[in-house]
């Protein structure tokens, strides 16, 4: 649940990548897999080859333990019983968690490792230097939502496709940069990525669903709703959210106050005409919502 992603049904799953990767036989596949979540989760058990760890570099040397890693999925010539055979194992693994996806790429792991190593990095207007999640599909999805196009297609021109599992346990694929034909008077492929404060916002915005679901499940999982999917408490998640930012409510534990009387309620709170009241009429006061949906009978 506090990830907001279903689990899988494997074979399913498992048969409509051998089909994608069936389209594109003469290039490799490897898969991209984002092993801190298994240091999140204490999970010290993982299927075995692990592949080749992409922070294995001198720099890096701290963030090794929880570094995404890249591992071969299918080669050339290989047959679609070796391929389940590698596929299956790491699919039941990450089944629940956003750690999964496929490249499709003529470029060796090494290659791979060292492209992705330098666009792993980031920096903020105020040069500050962050460190990207490129191996968790939620993060991957939102970037590109809100890179400037010739920033991905920096970031993904070594892959002819790149495929993840979405939050309902669908294949989906994203453009990549060798996908994408080339338009006149568009900008030169940057070198290095570098993010606007608006781009910054919105990528915070994305991710504040899952950092309040995760908070919940993590604190407070008594408080859910009983027989909800994750990906479907994941969009009521945001749809609290996106009601709080319509209203005007900014801190941050009125916004968990009102996620918990959503869920209490079944979001009857959301939908009720006392609820638009207190803001219509100015009783809302920040830092005090859950005083206020209790004196207004909404709790």
Not at 83 to 95: C, G, N
Not at 166 to 190: C, E
Not at 218 to 239: E, G, N, R
């Amino acid at each position: 649940m506090k990830y907001g992603t279903d689990p899988l049904a494997l074979d399913a799953v498992t048969t409509e990548l051998l089909s994608q990767i069936g389209q594109q036989l003469k290039t490799h596949w490897y898969m991209w897999i984002d092993k801190a979540f298994d240091v999140a989760d204490e999970r010290s058990q993982a299927p075995e080859p692990a592949g080749l760890n992409v922070y294995q570099v001198d720099n890096m040397r701290d963030l090794q333990h929880m570094a995404p890693h890249i591992l071969i999925a299918y080669r050339p010539g290989d047959d679609q019983a070796t391929v389940k055979q590698r596929l299956h194992p790491w699919l039941a693994h990450a089944s629940g968690r956003p750690m999964l996806s496929l490249w499709a790429s003529d470029h060796t792991e090494n290659d791979l490792a060292q492209h992705i190593r330098h666009w792993s990095w980031a920096q903020t207007p105020e040069q500050q230097t962050l460190l990207l999640r490129l191996a968790d599909t939620r993060s991957m999805c939102s970037l590109h939502a809100h890179l400037r196009p010739e920033q991905w297609q920096a970031l993904t021109r070594p892959l002819h496709s790149w495929l993840y599992i979405d939050r309902q346990g669908s294949v989906k694929s994203l453009p990549t940069g060798l996908q994408t034909p080339p338009i006149d008077n568009t900008p030169a492929l940057p070198e290095s990525m570098v993010f606007d404060e608006a781009q910054l916002q919105a990528m915070a915005t994305t991710a504040e669903p899952d950092a309040l679901l995760h908070y919940v499940c993590t604190h407070m999982p008594d408080q859910l709703p009983d027989q909800v999917l994750p990906s479907k408490m994941h969009a009521y998640t945001a749809w609290v959210l996106a009601t709080a930012e319509e209203k005007g409510i900014q801190p941050w534990t009125d916004k968990l106050n009102l996620l918990l009387a959503a869920c209490h309620t079944r979001g009857a709170v959301m939908n009720d005409p006392r609820f638009e009241k207190i803001f219509a009429h100015a009783h809302y006061t920040p830092g005090q919502l859950h005083q206020t949906l209790r004196e207004k009978g909404l709790i």
